[in-house]
């Protein structure tokens, strides 16, 4: 049976502008939310009190939450639940800063390389943001001795046999230890908006190639992922 990620989407805020993505800092008009540090731990409560004990702390590059915050939010998720598994989603950082997490009890770090082939990337992203970097990022972390997950996304805007092609050469040589399929889903107030999303079906699939071709590693889908 597939682990379920206890998730807590902690911060609405991005400093990126990934054009796909109702979080980014460009869509002016989304209502932003931010957690608090109690407003995190009482979420993990109750997924603990339910029996989940791995725990994927998610949100946007908010520059609001600094080392020091994230630091201190690992620390005392560590100290009350000593047993959990934890993960972080908070995308690209300096090794000084995985450094710090590591060293707070951080267990994972999930970051979405989105697409491996650089044109394709570009497409997705606005300028400035450097799919070479993310992809150095999964390696740093990988050596440190993160649990590390990437993913495939089933349906992007642009996506060729040429793409997915690069994206299973790229897992082949990170060996990931989580591998998350997910379909594209068109988010409103973005460029992509009106492209259509696959269906689950594709979805399911891709899994269940991604499984034979990656048997090490632990391939999950959305419904893995419980927000809390
Ligand atoms: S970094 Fe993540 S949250 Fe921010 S805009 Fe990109 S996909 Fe969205």
């Not at 005392?76 to 047993?83: M, N």
């Not at 908006?193 to 632990?218: C, S």
């Amino acid at each position: 049976m597939a682990i379920k990620f206890a998730t807590v989407w902690f911060t609405d805020y991005c400093s990126n502008d990934c054009r796909y993505c109702v979080y980014s800092r460009d869509n002016w008009d989304l209502k932003r939310n931010r957690l608090t540090k109690k407003e995190i731990l009482s979420r993990l409560r109750s997924a603990f009190k339910g029996g989940m004990d791995h725990f994927l702390l998610a949100g946007g590059m908010d520059l609001y939450f600094d080392d020091d915050k994230i630091v201190d939010i690992i620390q005392e998720i560590k100290k009350e639940f000593p047993s959990c598994r934890l993960y972080l989603s908070i995308g690209e950082k300096y090794i000084q800063s995985y450094e710090r997490f590591q060293k707070a009890g951080a267990d994972g770090y999930i970051l979405y390389h989105r697409s491996a082939d650089p044109a394709h990337f570009e497409m997705l992203h606005s300028m400035g943001l450097a799919g070479e970097f993310r992809k150095q990022c999964l390696f740093v972390l990988k050596d440190m001795g993160f649990e590390v997950g990437s993913g495939i996304t089933v349906g992007w805007p642009y996506q060729s046999p040429k793409t997915l092609a690069a994206d299973l050469t790229f897992l082949e040589d990170l060996k990931p230890d989580i591998i998350v399929v997910e379909p594209f889903r068109p988010q409103k107030g973005t460029v992509f908006e009106n492209e259509p999303a696959p269906g689950m079906e594709a979805v399911k699939e891709v899994a269940k190639r991604a499984e034979k071709l990656f048997p090490k590693a632990k391939v999950l889908l959305p419904k893995d992922f419980i927000m809390m």
